[in-house]
């Protein structure tokens, strides 16, 4: 829930600024200030983000250096409909806040006044500095909608979904792998769903913990080639991709993850050929096909890709996602049939 | 055989400090229970072990026997066992007082299923409102006999949907000139089979398990065929394909293409927008167009739900009922046909964060000519009681008072000691009880009598519009009316049902403030034609018949 977070930030803050309890009268405006601050925190959970919002504001009256009680006022602002939170974020922002939470509290002030360009760019923003927060692609996904960019907005949304569904899946894995921690199988589920939620660190704990039971499990392969492709070392993402393939022939992801390798080289026959593997092994899935779909775009095969989407559609007709790629393919195809435009 | 029945005035509550004389507020509501000592509505245990047994209590408000006066209609509830209790009706004297119906009259409870909601609305088109009950179990139509006497049509009307259905609208959905029904459905549910899934934990208690993990009902669309009977509609594969938890529903012609669209709330799943293809299928578009979830993208527990325009640009908002720790929702349709959340914006974000509501609606509840909000609460578990700091079972009615521009605030008293007084909130209504010109209310509470809201505020002139539609649709079911004083329109939207599991008086109440009388009114009926009438005096009611574009006029008193 929205207020669940708002003053997060604040929290570390405070942590840090922390004193003793004085009398009032010999208490630092900061100590007063913080107090507040506390105080607004406390309400702001419970809904009342106007009073929230009129605490934060005595706070900084007390202590205006208080860079985080800026943005959460301007957040308070935003959430009870008063005025004065571009006001807020802007006295945030001069004192050098450039955090995804900020960007997406000034996107929502910008939706919320009927301004979506703008809002789009905060969103992007936010995203540019925290890829995998959800309320980001969401946003962005209706703003993209409004502004009739139907293709971006499906993209948005379906990253929005999958990180719902990859917080989903890293709760319940963690559950289990927790609850059996000889389970080398849970170990790689769960090293997998912190991978996709963008958690590297944790993700390569958890393979490590599979590998300590195991070598021979194809996800915890998975998790290492692609860990390893993060980290910019494509030979050892490929001898962990390899091992995939050998233990479990009929999974695309390796493939996929080739395929986008070569790209990346270069190497365009390479990316093509691995691309048709993956749909080769895997030819019911229409994820594949879409995946394939998306890499034949980038090498600027559009008709393949095209066939690649319709392959899609033909396993999934209802699949907003493939359907908006389909569109965009069409999209592609005409422009690049445009006569080029006079110079005016 | 009549027992009159006295208004029982809630006692203790806190009226000296905030005497409505001496404050002069506009708006202002003292509660009355609705009792002749017999009826009042149970539903299951009082833990509340099954989540059969967490609302009901639909109400309606509605003129029943022809005398000119409002009367209620109240459901009885039962229990997981399918046990029904009988519903209730009360007849209004036009001053405020009620009196049972004679037992004769009354509805008993019928085998089968237990009720939960009623949609009372003339779907037969002979002048007298009948009703539909929806139930655990067949549904029920109930054909007016004019005297308030009903005839039970589910044998041979094939409405008797045997889902567990909640909201229901009437709605002429192909453009036939006859009514159809949606009927909204909500969950599959086997005794046995919740049984086995024993309890869910919920802020540290022990609270009835569901509805999420139960399987959903999809809803149905019946269409008239012109003979009293109905046939369940094709309208493509969508309706059934991903069905969802559904409450409240309300009917509007959405995207302006002249037919009739629906908006249905659904707890813990996203709301849809079922857009009409001029009669030959619908889809839902509310993911699509911004209506469907949170501004978070997740989706919140849609209870109730209620159309009106919020800030006076003439473009339709949503106001939808949803859990507590989450807000109620005000979606705004812009002109480029896109939703967006407007509910920071409008502040009720804060007004509603800690309300599990159900009922609701917009309504000139001070008559100064703008949209005003009312909502009915109360919590789902009853052991939210015993949560330190938690949400309270029984919870507080809440009134926002618009500022006319589409920003809602708490009134002054919270609206008066009607409001303040925490119940277990379910149903709803609204309507001019005692012809005073204002907009009562009448509130269906859960395991209690009905309670009676009447409006005692200082509210501003305002008059009555009633719509005489033709042929079956004799109340006119899809029309948009807009009233015009000076430079200033306000619209309403002719629906079928709103908030939740309830029916509201259908007449449209416009709030003049200081003024004398709407300039001017337009018409859209549902078939496309126009009439534009005026100028309409306050303090009458206005009928418009459709037919001959007469207006009839006469004292609101009379």
């Known amino acids: 829930m929205r207020l669940i977070q708002p003053l997060f930030f604040l929290t570390i803050l405070l942590v840090a600024c922390s004193g003793g309890s004085d009398t009032e009268e010999t208490r630092s405006p900061q100590d007063r200030a913080r107090d507040l601050i506390i105080e607004a925190q406390e309400v702001a959970t419970t809904g009342n983000t106007p009073k929230a919002a009129e605490l934060l504001a005595r706070s900084l009256a007390l202590d205006p250096d208080h860079v985080g009680a800026w943005h959460s006022l301007g957040e308070m602002r935003l959430l009870s409909g008063l005025d004065g939170v571009f006001e807020a974020l802007d006295r945030a922002e001069a004192m050098g806040l450039d955090s995804a939470r900020f960007h997406q509290t000034r996107g929502e002030a910008y939706e919320a006044e009927e301004q979506d360009s703008q809002a789009k760019l905060e969103f992007a923003m936010a995203l540019e500095r925290e890829p995998f927060r959800k309320e980001a692609w969401f946003r962005l996904a209706q703003v993209e909608r409004r502004l009739g960019n139907e293709f971006a907005a499906a993209e948005s949304l379906a990253e929005f979904a999958r990180i719902d569904q990859a917080e989903r899946s890293l709760m319940t894995s963690l559950q289990a792998a927790e609850a059996q921690p000889e389970d080398a199988m849970l170990a790689a589920a769960t090293a997998s769903a912190h991978l996709e939620m963008g958690y590297v660190e944790e993700a390569q704990e958890w393979v490590d913990r599979a590998f300590a039971m195991r070598n021979n499990i194809p996800e915890a392969h998975m998790v290492a080639g692609r860990i390893a492709r993060l980290q910019g070392d494509p030979d050892t993402a490929l001898v962990h991709f390899e091992l995939v393939t050998s233990l479990s022939q009929y999974d695309p992801r390796p493939w996929i993850e080739r395929s986008e390798m070569a790209l990346s080289a270069g190497d365009h026959q390479a990316a093509r050929n691995y691309a048709h593997q993956a749909t080769d092994v895997a030819g019911a899935d229409p994820r594949v096909f879409l995946a394939q779909a998306r890499i034949l775009i980038a090498l600027d095969a559009l008709d393949d890709a095209l066939a690649s989407c319709e392959a899609a559609l033909m396993r999934d007709p209802k699949r907003e996602e493939t359907l908006q790629l389909h569109a965009h393919i069409w999209d592609l195809m005409v422009k690049a049939n445009e006569p080029a435009g006079k110079d005016d | ?558």
Not at chain 2, 205 to 215: A, E, H, M, S
Request: net charge negative; aromatic share 8%.
């Open chain 2, 1 to 558: 055989m009549n027992k009159r029945l006295g208004w029982i005035l809630l006692a203790s509550l806190p009226l000296g400090a905030c005497d409505p004389g001496a404050q002069d507020p506009s708006l202002w509501f003292e509660a009355r229970t609705l009792s002749d000592g017999e009826f009042a509505n149970v539903s299951g245990t009082a833990e509340k072990d099954f989540v059969s047994d967490s609302f009901g209590a639909g109400v309606a408000l509605r003129d029943f026997n022809g005398d000119g006066h409002l009367d209620i209609f109240a459901i009885g509830g039962g229990d997981a066992q399918g046990k029904a209790n009988g519903d209730a009706l009360f007849f209004g004297d036009g001053t405020g007082g009620f009196e049972r119906a004679p037992r004769e009259l009354s509805l008993e409870a019928t085998p089968g299923g237990r009720a939960y909601g009623v949609n009372a609305r003339d779907f037969d088109g002979d002048g007298d409102v009948d009703l539909y009950i929806t139930r655990r179990g067949p549904n029920r139509p109930l054909c007016n006999q004019g005297d308030g006497t009903f005839e039970d049509q589910s044998e041979v009307s094939g409405l008797g949907d045997p889902a567990w259905s909640t909201g229901a609208a009437w709605l002429d959905f192909n453009g036939d000139g006859i009514l159809d029904l949606f009927v909204v459905n909500h969950i599959e549910f086997d005794l046995d089979a919740v049984n086995e899934r024993g309890k869910s934990l919920y802020l540290g208690q022990n609270v009835y398990y569901g509805p999420t993990g139960l399987p959903a009902q999809a809803d149905h669309l019946y269409l008239g065929q012109g003979d009293g009977t109905f046939e369940l509609a094709d309208v493509g594969p969508e309706l059934g394909s991903n069905p969802h938890y559904g409450f409240g529903v309300i009917v509007f012609d959405e995207d302006q293409d002249g037919d009739l669209d629906l908006y249905v709330a659904n707890d813990t799943t996203p709301n849809q927008l079922w857009r009409n293809d001029g009669g030959a299928g619908m889809s839902d578009q509310a993911a699509r167009l911004g209506c469907a979830l949170s501004m978070e993208g997740g989706p919140q527990a849609g209870m109730g739900v209620a159309l009106g325009d919020a800030d006076g640009d003439l473009q339709p908002e949503l106001f939808i009922t949803n859990f507590s720790n989450d807000y109620f929702t005000l979606y705004r349709r812009g002109e480029d046909g896109f939703w967006r959340d407007r509910t920071t914006r409008s502040r009720l974000h804060a007004l509603t964060w800690k309300s599990l509501g159900w009922a609701c609606g917009f309504g000139d509840l001070d008559s100064d000519g703008d949209q005003d909000l009312w909502a009915f609460n109360g919590h789902v578990y009853p052991q939210m009681d015993a949560v330190p700091n938690g949400p309270s079972y029984a919870q507080v009615a809440q009134v926002f008072e618009n500022d006319g521009s589409g920003r809602f605030s708490v009134p002054e008293h919270g609206g008066g000691p009607g409001m303040g007084t925490p119940r277990s909130g379910r149903g709803g209504a609204v309507g001019d009880l005692d012809h005073d010109g204002d907009l009562d209310m009448v509130m269906g509470v859960l395991d209690g009598s009905p309670v009676v809201l009447e409006n005692s505020g200082r509210g501003g002139n305002s008059l009555m519009v009633e719509l005489v539609g033709e042929g079956g649709n004799r109340e006119a079911i899809g029309a948009t009316v807009e009233g015009q004083v000076g430079s200033k329109i306000q619209k309403r939207w002719v629906g079928s049902q709103a908030g939740f599991l309830s029916s509201s008086d259908p007449r449209l109440h416009f709030g003049l403030g200081e003024g004398q009388q709407l300039d001017q009114l337009r018409i859209l009926w549902p078939n496309g034609s126009r009439l534009d009438v005026g100028p309409l005096q306050a303090g009458q009611i206005h009928r418009i018949d459709q037919a001959t574009g007469q207006v009839q006029s006469e004292p609101r008193d009379h």
